[in-house]
């Protein structure tokens, strides 16, 4: 079946509409507090100010291109494609598209009698196989790269999506305790660098391409989330070099502001703010305070609440890195996927953490609202 479909590039979504505004928003910013703070020349202001915004038109007229831009997909007459975390969220939706489009596809979940995976089996669709695989079993990885060997023979695989992946309960750093740090590296980091050395062989044998689900968030209460998809952004960098040399593409795609359910539920929810009490120290819960620590999960449905239910961007942007004859190394699907990281990495530290600030204005610890006795 040939696949001359095209698929959208899968850039920064909505965001090129809102990049000028907000660009134009923090020369303003700039402006004041070079010449207010800095007592700077007005006339050297002025022409900063000029420069952040032609800066901003420039990068909001690149970003619309790539959004808009639609190319021409591989044919993948015998490729296979292997996606982890296919349950729910990014990864189940992108098993549906792929097989849709013809694509043999083994799509890994964490449970497979669980409703995920009997919607997926409900398709009914000869492109589409369902395996029992959690990433962080190592006898589970070496049975699924097993039988994949057997099912592609000296084709080998095409890509390998690492999508799987957990969000912890959002709490100040001092307040996690070390095993949500361990079990985030161990699921957002090191499962994905165990499935890359299981299955690179294969790999390697159709010069196929990794897709690495990551982020480039850096935010208040998301400490151990953050860590260790920095630690995978970092991996799939390297890699991305080092494998060059077997002709084997290494993309990552950081999609941000997309409801899933690696949000959780209401249980999941009251489960991790019973967990979160029991652990913080003496010391800890006095200065932050009860009422402070108890309502850090609940931000886990504000985050929900806040977020798209259209997934679109995201799966075509991972099929755009799967299919396309010249993938991009980094997809940012979604509203600020590319602002926030553009800003963090080009913009003072001090003006960062005010822009971050202003826009999470969450809850302040008990030491910060009661009066020190004298």
Known sequence: MELRSRVQGGGAGGLWGLTPVLVILA?????????GS?????????????????????????????N???????LLPQGAVLITGCDSGFGHALALQLSDLGVKVFAGVLDVKGDGAERLRGRRSEKLEVLQL??????QVEAARSHICDQVGRTGLWALVNNAGIFPCPADGELLPLSAFRRCMEVNFLSSV??????????RRSRGRIVNVSTDLHMPLMAAYSASKAALSMFSRVLRMELSQWGVQVVMVQPMGFR???FGSRDYINQQKAELLASVSSEAREDYGTAYISSLPDCLTTMSDDTSQDL?????????????????????????????????????????DYIINFIIRYREPRAFTVPESN
């Open 260 to 262: 899933t359910k690696l």
């Open 134 to 139: 959690d990433v962080t079993v190592r006898e």
């Open 38 to 66: 800095l007592g700077a020349d007005v006339q050297v202001c002025s022409m900063t100010t000029v420069v952040l915004v032609v800066v901003g038109l420039v990068v909001a007229l690149v970003v619309m291109v790539r």
């Open 194 to 203: 165990q499935m890359c050395q299981s299955f690179l062989p294969l790999l």
């Open 68 to 74: 808009f831009r639609r190319e021409e997909l591989l």
């Open 27 to 35: 020369a303003c910013l700039c402006y004041f507090l070079l010449s």
């Open 312 to 352: 679109s961007p995201v799966v075509d942007a991972m099929c755009h890195a799967l299919l396309s004859a010249n993938p991009r190394r980094l997809y940012t699907p979604g509203q600020m996927g590319f602002l926030l990281p553009f800003l963090y990495h080009h913009c003072p530290a001090a003006i960062f």
